[in-house]
């Protein structure tokens, strides 16, 4: 069959996402992509490190960077994300800063990465006291609150798993079920943390049932890349991403703080 009257693929413009070697949700990604743009992953190096906050560090030394950055180059991207949580956190408001300069100096081009892509979901949707889930370990997690704080973000509910690997195998149900025990009830959104942690399914049952905004790392990072690009992340009935679903939340409110309990010393796990 001659199919030459085609013309060929539609033009596409790129993101150059990286990535760190333990991603495992490619396929995540690119659901929240529209047809028109194509994602251009590459990796970090392997290091044999479970995930801590020593291997967050390890993957976004900047040097790391760089390299990746300018292996994307080949591919033409027109914006480049950097798809880890805890790599983008791990510095800081600071360092997270200084990624992005990076990230920007060796592809000269406009970069995100999902931590400071998180800030800017928050500042979107107006959300200052919000509930927290994580993969991670305690150490980790109280890593992300103090970026959090240092934002002015206040968390007013957690829930963590302990992991430090295989957390792209955690399923949607275990999802749900820390988010069910993360939220309080003056949290005005819910932020799920970890690009390698499978949310894009959950997020319309969990704002559904939870009666406010549900945010996750990955969505975030697709929603910052494409903003930069001038377009819009696909996501059906997600607040942050379908204004038909924002609708049916109310402005957050300003609650009183609330204090929350110690993590009990030791402990891995829900808190």
Not at 191 to 217: G, H, K, W
Not at 236 to 252: E, G, H, I, T
Request: aromatic content about 8%; some cysteine.
């Amino acid at each position: 069959m001659d199919v030459s009257f085609l013309g060929g693929p539609q033009p596409q413009r790129g993101v150059g996402v990286v990535a760190p070697f333990d991603f495992a949700l490619d396929r995540e990604l690119w659901r929240w992509v529209p047809d028109d743009i194509s994602l251009h992953l590459t990796r970090t190096p392997f290091v044999p490190v479970e995930v801590s906050l020593d291997l967050a560090r390890l993957v976004s030394e900047h040097e790391t960077l760089g390299e990746a950055v300018r292996a994307l180059g080949a591919a033409e991207p027109q914006v480049l994300a950097y798809a880890c949580t805890s790599g983008s956190f791990v510095g800081g408001i600071a360092g997270e800063r200084a990624m992005c300069e990076a990230m920007r100096r060796a592809g000269e081009l406009p970069s995100v990465t999902t931590s400071g892509a998180l800030l800017d979901a928050l500042a979107d949707l107006g959300a200052r006291r919000i509930a927290l889930v994580t993969p991670y370990t305690r150490s980790v997690t109280e890593s992300l609150e103090e970026y959090l704080a240092e934002a002015g973000i206040t968390v007013v509910g957690r829930a963590y798993l302990g992991l430090t690997r295989h957390i792209w195998k955690v399923p949607y149900r275990d999802v749900a079920e820390m988010a069910r025990a993360a939220v309080g009830g003056n949290a005005d959104a819910l932020f799920i943390s970890c690009t390698n942690l499978p949310t894009y399914d959950v997020i319309p049952q969990l704002e559904a049932e939870l009666r406010m905004p549900v945010i996750s790392a990955n969505q975030v990072t697709m929603w910052a890349a494409l903003t930069r690009l001038g377009t819009r992340a696909v996501g059906p009935y997600q607040a942050l991403l379908d204004p038909a679903a924002r609708r049916q939340w109310p402005v957050p409110g300003r609650q009183a703080e609330q204090r929350l309990p110690e993590f009990p010393e030791g402990q891995e796990g829900w808190a």
